[in-house]
């Protein structure tokens, strides 16, 4: 059936820096080819990191205001024109640049000044510029779209002038979903911090000659400048209309002179709205995965998973969960097929855990000629005594001691007995063909390596590790039937040298050796290095006391890396056990020894062909060690206390490679880091983890896995390797055809991981899923993820930035967003005007994750950004899970001034823009990786005494990482809330307290992610415009 598409009238043909016209910044048009603010190589930063937000609002509003006049969607004037419009103006993509125009000034960098900060005089040619391209935009179009879309109607590809059009008439029953429209413009801003960051360039730039006729309906803000909080929408219905008022004269709430129409950020698709929805239509219900193909809830809605036949979206989530029949559709439509599996994901309590299968000496049954796993997608034949693969529809004999009747519809008697057979996850018991060297493997064991450096002893932290362990041993992973854990635990600390601890039990006090050839590594003893902590406790204990007195006095501030590695492998290779590294280290290697590094920071190299290289590890030491690693089992987890830059994609490489987790500590200072550092060292030590892993994704015919991302290490095409892997580690795998595929039979996937548990037991994980195929684009595009297609773009873009210019890079994304956009409209919607931008309902938020990312620091070199933080940040991305990527990209925004005491239910978020913070209100916002606590000026005192117990805004201290603990219900509750945003997330947040108007409110700023950045990346309005350009160019 044709729905209707959302409709909205956005003024993309609007001059804007980088879009269209090209501000003075900007350079010559070679430097600014295709999309915007993306182009320019001075370009830009984003947020130090975002992710996603959760919320119950109207579309796109934060707290609810009186509804808009009637009057506001009664706009009768039909056509209206003001003279051709300026040809010429998109960015050709497959033409060359566009003319540059250089009439507008760039944005000013972020200030205090009490004018508002884009209200410079722009050039009259940019001003009858932008009169003369309003008249080339539809408004109001209707239109209908096979499958729910949005459409926002806009800017003609051609010169030619279009008339404006009124509403059309639609269907009754259609008109009752038209929204009534949103407050169009905000009251001037009074500073420049108010300063709407979402008003068009050109717009501001002009110094608004009229001012906005007041709206009596419309509550003010409660400060001088922050606009309209937002209007009341009532629900927002997949594929309603939304109208923009005040659009020509005569419509309200209209600014005299060009700046006519700026496009209301209520019209565009907020991906809070999207979020809200799904909450609602599907959170806190029963989600059972009993059919093919169908879409899951989205990540960020909470359900309970049942499984039954398919794997949880816990551990597999797909871009589309119907796979286009052909390749030539595949390469139409250019959406990724792929898969985001998370092999380990925590299973919560009110769920069934894996079960696992013991088929004894015989061992899993597989396939004869697939090597498949036996699971619900074999077909039982001959009255159960074969079976037809359906992978690649061999058939095979079930063995006998699997032989079992079937019933009249065919199915076996024992069918919901055997997980293997009913269940999409569960585990089998490897035999001795799955071990290494055919000899059972042993426990893992943890080896703990410290750097004792005279930085470490100084700032406390070798201390306070020290006194950390003591605890934290008895809490070492365990078998949930097990009393104790049987992993063994070693302790090696180094500076120029290494020192090796004999903690054996029958030892009253530990022995210290010591390697100073670490050139050659080697163990110095094998029995007392491992030991088990319960055995050994009061030696381990009496060490931990010495350490920090041993090295008190040292002054040796030079260390090494790369032996203290080579250390940790050739004692596992000793002890015949796979294991992990915890080394916690604070500088450059710099120490005569194998993998020192020097420091290589160049600023110039940022937006040059050469950029790429500070991703790449500078010496080849590292990658050798990688592999030795993965090889051996030995996972590493690096703990980073850096005060300078460390060379984060050289130290790094290794930790990636393994599957082990990268955590970074900036200028560590005791009082203020001390407990996000150890809650990140206790939730590692104790999370759930498998061990000396091998990885293998096997898919029925017609399609096969051919790209991996990830923590990983690939040997060959098909075996994904890890050291170990972890609960919160994902796998992004890419899918491409080889031949047509079967409707009928569908797109069937099977990932089994082959590891060792924590109690020494070699185990296969099976994760099975089925998803559908189809000749219709439509069903493809209606079934995609937009969650997981950012977390593949993400890894897919930060994996080829070691290979590419980082500009190509951005660009291949934007090229891709426009295409499958394109594609949509082209083939799924019902025909339209040029000029609309239609999206698929299930990909209505693509383009503001897509420019997020684009934002992200990692594709933005700037000056300002460390080096190492982009590094960081990219390993951290490469590992991610959907729920993780999801956060990292569109921050959390959670207003805390309205809390309900009374209730447990956390506030709704709000869209990440300055536009809907207000100066009485206190928000909390969270990406994973930081949280911070923004106060504006004219927070009521009651509140800030409630949180701070300081009695007004002026007293509170910026410099506490979190909230005194206070005997109050809005403190406890604020607590609550902390503890629910952190425990669902795999790094600690530090918490930052950020005044309004004061300086660490940049770091808050960035991650604003709808705004334009203050280091140049496009706000999601204008990254729409550059896209609908891009989408009308490849139509026309």
């Not at 350079?27 to 600014?32: A, H, I, V």
């Not at 100084?458 to 201390?463: D, E, F, P, T, W």
């Not at 090796?500 to 670490?518: E, G, I, R, Y």
Request: proline share 10%; hydrophobic share 35%; with cysteine.
């Amino acid at each position: 059936m044709s729905q209707q598409g959302y409709v909205a009238a956005p003024p993309y043909s609007q001059s804007q820096p980088g879009i269209g016209g090209f501000s003075a910044r900007f350079g010559p048009p070679s430097s600014s080819l295709h999309y915007g603010h993306y182009g320019d190589p001075s370009s830009s930063y984003s947020a130090p990191q975002p992710g996603v937000s959760k919320s119950t609002v109207p579309f796109g509003s934060s707290a609810p205001v009186e509804p808009p006049p009637p009057s506001t969607h009664q706009i009768s004037q039909t056509n209206i024109q003001n003279g051709p419009s300026t040809p010429g103006q998109q960015p050709h993509r497959f033409q060359g640049p566009p003319p540059p125009s250089n009439t507008g000034p760039s944005y000013p960098p972020y200030s205090q000044q009490t004018q508002p900060a884009y209200l410079n005089a722009a050039s009259t040619s940019s001003t009858t510029q932008l009169a003369n391209q309003l008249s080339s935009m539809q408004l109001n179009t209707y239109v209908s779209c096979s499958g729910p879309g949005t459409a926002l109607s806009s800017c003609t590809s051609s010169g030619h002038p279009a008339s404006f059009q009124g509403p059309q008439l639609l269907p009754p029953a259609q008109q009752q979903n038209t929204l009534p429209p949103g407050p169009q413009v905000p009251p001037p801003a009074v500073n420049s911090l108010c300063a709407h960051p979402s008003l068009p360039p050109m717009a501001r730039q002009d110094g608004i000659p009229g001012s906005v006729p007041p709206n009596p309906n419309l509550q003010q803000p409660p400060g001088p400048g922050y606009p309209p909080q937002q209007a009341n929408y009532g629900p927002q219905m997949a594929g309603s209309q939304l109208s923009y008022p005040g659009a020509f004269p005569g419509g309200p709430a209209q600014l005299s002179g060009p700046l006519q129409k700026k496009l209301d950020p209520d019209s565009i698709p907020s991906p809070i709205q999207v979020i809200e929805n799904d909450k609602a239509s599907r959170g806190g219900q029963i989600y059972a995965t009993n059919t093919r193909g169908q879409v899951p809830p989205l990540v960020t809605t909470d359900c309970i998973i049942q499984d039954q036949g398919h794997a949880s979206p816990r551990f597999i989530r797909c871009t589309t969960y119907c796979f286009p029949s052909s390749s030539e559709m595949a390469k139409q439509a250019r959406i990724p097929l792929a898969a985001v599996i998370q092999p380990f994901a925590v299973v919560p309590p009110n769920e069934t855990p894996l079960y696992v299968v013991n088929h004894g000496d015989t061992g899993p049954i597989r396939c004869n000629r697939c090597k498949a796993y036996m699971c619900p997608f074999m077909q039982f034949i001959e009255g159960g005594r074969r079976y037809q693969c359906g992978f690649c529809s061999c058939v095979n004999d079930v063995p006998p001691f699997f032989f079992q009747h079937l019933d009249h519809v065919g199915q076996r008697v024992d069918h919901y007995e055997r997980p293997e057979l009913s269940l999409g996850s569960y585990e089998f018991i490897a035999t001795l063909d799955y071990c290494r060297n055919s000899k059972p493997p042993k426990p893992p064991a943890y080896i703990f390596m410290i750097d004792v450096s005279y930085n470490n002893i100084k700032s406390g932290l070798v201390r306070l590790i020290c006194n950390e362990l003591k605890t934290l041993l008895d809490k070492l992973p365990r078998e949930d039937q097990e009393e104790s854990s049987a992993i063994r635990v070693g302790f090696v600390t180094y500076n120029k040298v290494l020192h090796f601890f004999n903690v054996k039990s029958s030892l009253a006090q530990p022995q210290m050796m010591v390697v100073s050839d670490v050139g050659e590594v080697f163990v110095p003893l094998l029995d007392g290095f491992l030991v088990n902590f319960q055995e050994s406790r009061s030696v381990v204990t009496n060490l931990l006391d010495q350490i920090p007195e041993m090295f008190a006095d040292t002054n040796e501030s030079e260390t090494i890396f790369a032996p203290v590695i080579q250390a940790g492998i050739e004692a596992l290779k000793a002890a015949e056990c796979a294991g992990k590294l915890f080394i916690f280290h604070s500088s450059l290697p710099t120490a005569e020894a194998p993998g020192k590094l020097r420091n290589r920071d160049d600023k110039k190299l940022l937006n040059t062909d050469k950029e790429k290289t500070l991703f790449q590890p500078q010496v080849n030491a590292y990658e050798a060690l990688a592999k030795d690693c993965v090889a051996n089992g030995c996972c590493v987890n690096l703990f980073l206390f850096p005060n300078q830059y460390v060379d984060i994609a050289s130290m790094g490489l290794v930790t990636m490679y393994t599957g082990g987790t990268l955590y970074k500590y900036n200028n560590f200072q005791l009082d203020a880091d001390s407990s996000q550092f150890l809650s990140d060292l206790r939730r590692d030590v104790e999370k759930k983890t498998g061990f000396d892993a091998i990885m293998r994704v096997r898919t029925s015919t017609g399609f096969r896995a051919t790209d991996f991302f990830g923590a990983i290490y690939m040997n060959n095409t098909t075996d994904v390797e890890m050291a170990a892997v972890d609960c919160d580690k994902a796998v992004t795998v890419e899918f491409k055809h080889d031949d047509k595929l079967s409707e009928d039979s569908g797109a069937l996937i099977q990932c089994a991981v082959l590891y060792t548990s924590v109690s020494g037991q070699r185990r296969l994980r099976i994760h099975n899923i089925g998803l559908n195929c189809s000749s219709q684009l439509a069903d493809v595009y209606k079934t995609c993820e937009t969650d997981a297609l950012i977390n593949f773009f993400a890894k897919s873009a930060f994996k080829a930035i070691l290979s590419q210019p980082l500009k190509t890079v951005r660009d291949i994304l934007v090229s891709q967003t426009a295409h499958m956009l394109a594609c949509y409209k082209k083939n799924c919607a019902s025909p339209s005007a040029v000029s609309q931008l239609i999206l698929p309902d299930a990909m209505k938020v693509l383009p503001v994750y897509m420019n997020c990312l684009l934002k992200s620091c990692v594709l933005m070199g700037r000056p300002e950004i460390p080096t190492d933080e982009r590094a960081h940040q990219r390993q951290l991305v490469m590992s991610m899970g959907v729920a993780d990527t999801q956060l990292f990209f569109y921050p959390q925004l959670l207003p805390i001034h309205s809390l309900d005491l009374k209730s447990d239910v956390v506030p709704a978020a709000i869209r990440c823009s300055e536009e809907r913070l207000s100066e009485g209100g206190a928000f909390l916002l969270a990406n994973g990786l930081s949280l911070f606590l923004w106060l504006g000026v004219s927070t009521p005192p009651e509140l800030i005494q409630g949180l701070f117990n300081v009695p007004s805004f002026a007293h509170i201290s910026t410099e506490a990482t979190s909230l005194p603990d206070l005997d109050n219900p809005f403190s406890k509750k604020l607590k609550s809330i902390l503890e629910h945003l952190q425990s669902q997330k795999p790094y600690t947040m530090k918490l930052v307290i950020v005044k309004q108007r004061e300086q660490p409110e940049m770091l808050f700023r960035q991650l604003l992610v709808e705004d334009k950045s203050s280091y140049g990346g496009a706000s999601y309005v204008d990254f729409l415009c550059c896209i609908h350009k891009e989408i009308c160019q490849l139509l026309s």
